[in-house]
C-alpha cells in the first residue's frame, strides 16, 4: 500500500514478520538499519564493492546497498542479527571466534552472511571456493587467512547450519526494532 512518499512493505526478517513503511528511494539497508534498527549490516561503499551490507534475501547473498526496499515486499531476509539461535552462535561466529578472524571486527557481519550462504550451498569448500565465495568482502584489516581458516573450520565440523526462512504470524512491529534484542 502506497501511502504518500512511503510503501507499505510486508516482508520476513530473521524468521520474524515484519511491516514497515518504507521511502520509494531507500535501500533495503536503509530499511533494515533506519526504519528496523537492524544496524549488524554494515553501511560503506554503497556501491556494491565492499560487502560489509551483504545479507541473504530468500537465502541468495546480496549487497542490500544496492536492492531497494520496496523490492523486499514478501521476500525473507536473513541479517547477521538472525545466525545466532537465542544464546547459542552460529557455528561460523564460534568459528571466527575460535580463528581469530575478527580484527576491527567492520566486515565481519558481511564475511558471516556471505559464508553462510556459501556453507548452505557447498557444505565441504575446498579452498578455492572458499575464496571465491567470499570474493565480494573487502578487509580492510586483511584478515583473509584467518577467515578462511575460521570457514574451512566450521565446514570441517560438519556445521552448516540452516538459514531460516519460513514466515512467522504476522505481526506489525516497525516501531519495535531487533535492535533491543539482538547484538549490533
Ligand atoms: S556497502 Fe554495499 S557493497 Fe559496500
Ligand atoms: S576485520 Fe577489520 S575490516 Fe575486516
Redesign the pocket.
Known sequence: MTTGATTRIELTVNGRARSTDVLAHHTL?EVLRDDLGLTGTK???????????TVLVDGVSV????MLGVEAEGLSITTVEGLATGDRLDPLQSAFLETGAAQCGFCIPGQLVSARALLEAVPHPSRAEIEEGLAGNLCRCAGYEQIIEAVALAAERGEGGDVRRAATPDVHVASTPDAQVAPQ
Request: charged share 20%; net charge negative.
Open positions: 539497508l553501511e560503506c561503499c554503497l556501491v556494491g564493492e565492499c560487502g560489509a551490507c549487497d542490500s546497498c544496492l
